[in-house]
């Protein structure tokens, strides 16, 4: 009796493994496709598109709230990024700063909202939507030196590289993986670490693998991968 | 409830392919909890802060005396990390586990938080004006002579406040009080030197002998005498430094010692004269005073008085002799007996006879400001504390930065005396024993959130005043700084001489501006000034060279040796360790965490005994043995421990407390509570070594927690931490 009980156990065990490994070899590691995460409410409804959204050509005074956006920078609000590991979120009092000079929106409830935060001197409790697990380092600057300012690549591309296209989304929502297969993915890839006649890319002294590349006697662009060693992130 | 057939090895292995089932299925994002965790931005932020980079501010270590600069990390408005500052003399960039630890007394879970007033058992928190008024209504109708106010070591602004107030007060009961201080030792360097604290020069000796002192554990500034002594080890001109210690009981100093002799208690002194008559029958030249004292110690007494063998005196001798300039130190083991004076005097002779005063005793910088310097705190403010308490002559009774109910010897009484007073107050981080017994509890701010200056006692570099400064905001609303509950308190007595300064940072920029010009600051405009001493966390004073003045040994005479006790054969040596004092910082648990060096016991006591003595005895390691003095009993585990005088037991300090929050209460033993009331004849302070004690097994036995050994420390023939045994290494560097 009880040999069968505990071979119903051990089966049990084993079906729900087997199960769970099979569901998780579907998924695709592998990948930079979208992976949308579930919707976050937020405790002002922030929309992004307005602020970092195209402007609309056909409306030169840019006031419908629904076609068209201010172009303005991610870096302009999001500016801990360039400078720290960590994004951080803005600060209430940069919100202030413009939206105290916009009296045109000044009445509408979002912003009636965000004022109430400010009189009271209280930060807005915003949810974290781009999470990683605590054993993951994630270094923002660095993607952001070299991708913005050594590559002159647009602040929203590099950043839409993990973040989406956040010009079009209202509250951000996370649409890639974040896993570490998903980071192997652009790693991966060989990267361009010398531009024309071998010059290294931004003067960098750091190179992949800790090594400078041989350099190519054609004179053209050297390529390496990314970082290999664990602690890179794992520190 | 599960079958017997159903057996753990079954019971593993569901539970096994369960555990894989729920790591597997946990691979993809389900440890990211996307929209669940809240991120809170500043409301308005500095431009200096940027999460994720740490700024760095200079302050001092609160942890002890010593006065190391402390250079602590803060990110995100917290502090996380504290260590040495670089330009300091003191620590020059280092600092001890202690003062690591520091964190702790900050983030600790049991700070008062709030102000507590006695309601029968409880306390109940009332708003600070009403504790205020309520300070103003008890003073009210009673003279300066009825109010004490109990403190541990203050110096600088503090000192200057608390002085004002009390004379506000008309009183002159400031009872400065360490449980564990070298007061003994100062009174003998003033009359041998003229000078209570001389700097040591480790670094210059070749041979340092030290009778107890635990300079690398413990001992008056440890951080700045380990440095010192790396230097004296790796040697001046090639000649590596040779040191060795003379205690009854191994510290860690004594681990590090080339030769570690063991004497019989008390018996320091003897061997101190011995060898000085030793060193006169080889040929040095002895003063009158010295030939006089020395006279009859020769080698056949010294052996058979303190047990340390011919051969180790000659080898002592003829060390001293052959390497100059040496450096002999008098510890808290030479100093903790009824002639703990007499025996530092030996010693201090022995410095004398060997012409190291002014070699390696160096004058002191003398401190432009005199009226900073350290209040120094001893045992006997507490005992003259606990007499007028007794007879009632105290009405009011502060105490602040120090916990007698704890750390006074149990022969004392102190709690029952300290109920005559009819109105404690407390001004308190946590509530310890003694924050219990008051009527009043004003909580504090920690030592990395509050203003404030420190002169340290050893001034290692030169003359100096330690800035004190948050590292971040108040982590409670409801606690106050020292400096601003005094200031407060001092304006119900003077408020238009005080009227100024609205607060205590106020009163601190003000007094240091002042004196800008003294303070090096001299052509630079104000706030120049005041950013840079704050950004250097030290103020460098070009003090002038103190003197040391080299006195007579006259009338230098050891007493007998006291017969033995019949009834309680064996010493009492309260041990003072590295990591917990005399417990005022037990209730941090990297403290009680860190292993003792010497037996790496954790978050316990245990009484150490020899193993000989055991072995006589029929004690084992995890007995639990009971050791009786004729002041009270205390039990913990026994310790088998080569490194103590076979008639001695030795009990750490800082353990067993009854209050003081979660990590302090219920761990160990209080030996404090056993310690007779026996005191230095001439200092009239407590010889914290005279206490005897028998020991007896009670009967039970515990399995001993610490890393050494084959519990902690198996390695399943992995080779990891290779040993060999001592006959197999050159021991010392001694000739």
């Known amino acids: ?235 | 409830m599960i079958d017997s057939s159903f057996d753990r090895r079954d019971f593993l292995k569901v539970m096994g392919w369960g555990g894989a089932a729920v790591a597997l299925s946990g691979c993809g994002n389900t440890s990211i909890e996307d929209g669940k965790e809240t991120v809170v931005s500043y409301v308005e932020a500095a431009d200096y802060v940027i999460p994720g980079v740490s700024v760095y501010y200079n302050s001092t270590c609160a942890q002890c005396d010593a006065g190391c600069n402390i250079n602590g990390r803060v990110r995100e408005g917290r502090v996380l990390k504290l260590e040495g500052n670089a330009a300091s003399g003191i620590n020059r960039g280092k600092m001890c586990g202690l003062g690591q630890a520091g964190v702790q007394h900050h983030y600790n879970p049991d700070r008062v938080r709030e102000p507590l007033l006695r309601n029968g058992d409880r306390g109940e928190a009332i708003a600070w004006d009403k504790a205020y008024a309520l300070i103003a209504e008890k003073l009210n109708g009673v003279s300066g002579d009825e109010v004490a106010f109990l403190s541990g070591g203050v110096s600088g602004h503090l000192k200057v406040l608390l002085g004002n107030y009390l004379e506000s007060l008309g009183s002159k009961n400031h009872f400065v009080y360490e449980a564990v201080s070298p007061a003994v030792v100062r009174a003998a360097n003033k009359k041998a030197y003229g000078n209570e604290m001389p700097r040591f020069s480790i670094n210059k000796a070749k041979v340092v002998l030290s009778f107890g002192a635990d300079f690398l554990g413990s001992w008056v500034s440890p951080v700045h005498f380990s440095q010192q002594y790396a230097q004296f080890r790796k040697g001046v001109n090639g000649q590596r430094g040779v040191l060795v210690q003379v205690e009854s009981k191994m510290t860690l100093t004594g681990a590090n010692a080339d030769r570690w002799l063991v004497v019989r208690p008390g018996t320091e002194g003897v061997l101190a004269l011995g060898i000085i008559n030793a060193l006169g029958a080889s040929g040095v030249a002895l003063s009158g005073d010295a030939a006089a004292a020395s006279q009859g110690y020769d080698k056949a007494r010294v052996t058979s008085e303190t047990g340390v063998s011919a051969e180790h005196l000659d080898k002592l001798v003829a060390l001293l002799k052959e390497r100059t300039p040496s450096l002999v130190l008098a510890g808290s083991a030479a100093e903790g007996y009824a002639h703990g004076s007499q025996n530092a005097a030996a010693i201090n002779l022995l410095n004398q006879v060997l012409g190291n005063v002014g070699k390696t005793i160096e004058a002191p910088a003398v401190l432009p400001f005199p009226q900073m310097a350290p209040a120094k705190g001893s045992s006997l403010a507490l005992k003259s504390l606990n007499e007028g308490l007794a007879a009632g002559k105290y009405k009011v009774l502060f105490t602040y930065g120090a916990n007698p109910v704890f750390t006074a010897p149990g022969s004392m009484k102190f709690k029952d005396s300290m109920g005559k007073a009819a109105f404690k107050v407390a001004f308190a981080h946590y509530l310890d024993e003694t924050a219990l017994q008051a009527d009043l509890v004003l909580p504090l701010d920690s030592a990395l959130e509050d203003w404030g200056t420190q002169v340290p006692e050893y001034l290692a570099d030169g003359a100096q005043i330690n800035i004190q400064q948050p590292l971040m905001e108040k982590l409670h609303p409801e606690t106050r700084g020292m400096g601003d509950v005094l200031l407060a308190l001092i304006k119900q007595r003077q408020a238009d001489a005080y009227k100024g300064f609205e607060d205590y940072y106020s009163y601190l920029r003000s007094a240091l501006l002042q004196n800008k010009g003294a303070l090096g600051g001299g052509g630079s405009d104000d706030d120049t000034f005041w950013d840079a001493t704050l950004t250097s966390g030290i103020i460098k004073l070009a003090g002038a060279a103190g003197t040391l003045s080299a006195s007579s040994a006259a009338g230098l005479k050891l007493p007998e040796a006291a017969a033995a006790d019949a009834q309680f054969p064996m010493h009492l040596i309260p041990s003072v360790t590295a990591n917990l004092r005399d417990g005022r910082h037990a209730n941090q648990p990297w403290l009680q965490e860190s292993p003792d060096p010497l037996t790496t016991i954790v978050w316990d006591s245990w009484v150490e005994i020899h193993p000989k003595k055991a072995a006589q005895m029929g004690i084992v390691e995890g007995d639990i043995v009971e050791v009786a003095s004729k002041t009270g009993t205390i039990k913990a585990q026994a310790y088998l421990f080569p490194g103590i005088h076979p008639d001695a037991v030795s009990i750490p300090l800082g353990r067993g407390h009854e209050a003081m929050g979660r990590y302090a209460k219920g761990f160990g033993v209080n030996p404090f509570q056993i310690l007779d009331a026996v005191y230095d004849q001439e200092t009239g302070e407590l010889a914290m070594h005279e206490t005897r004690v028998k020991i007896s097994k009670v009967g039970q036995r515990v399995i001993v927690v610490k890393d050494e050994g084959v519990i902690g420390g198996k390695q399943d023939g992995r080779r990891i931490a290779l040993s060999k045994t001592t006959d197999q290494v050159k021991l010392s560097e001694e000739i």
């Open chain 1, 1 to 235: 009796m009880h040999r069968i009980l505990r071979l119903s156990f051990f089966l049990m065990g084993l079906l729900v493994a087997a199960g769970s490994h099979a569901a998780d070899a579907q998924k695709p590691t592998l990948t930079t496709e979208d992976s949308l995460g579930p919707q976050v409410t937020q405790p002002i409804e922030f929309p992004h598109y307005r602020h970092a959204g195209l402007r609309n050509p056909n409306d030169p005074t840019n006031s419908d709230p629904n076609k068209g956006g201010m172009e303005i920078d991610c870096q302009y609000c999001h500016t801990y990024a360039r400078r720290s590991a960590v994004a951080g979120i803005p600060p209430l009092q940069k919100c202030i700063g413009c939206h105290q000079n916009i009296e045109s929106v000044r009445q509408k409830p979002r912003i009636v909202e965000l004022f109430k935060y400010w009189d009271a001197k209280k930060a807005v409790p915003w949810k974290k939507v781009h999470d990683l697990p605590d054993f993951v380092r994630f270094n923002h600057e660095r993607h952001i030196k070299r991708f913005i300012e050594q590559q002159n690549r647009p602040t929203q591309e590099a950043c839409g590289y993990c973040h989406g296209d956040v010009k079009e989304m209202t509250v951000a929502r996370r649409s890639k993986p974040l896993t570490m297969g998903w980071c192997a993915s652009c790693h991966q890839k060989e990267h361009p670490v010398t531009g024309e006649g071998g010059a290294p890319i931004g003067n960098q002294a750091y190179w992949y693998k800790f090594q400078k590349p041989a350099a190519d006697k054609s004179g053209g662009e050297i390529k390496a991968q990314g970082p290999n060693d664990c602690w890179h992130c794992h520190k």
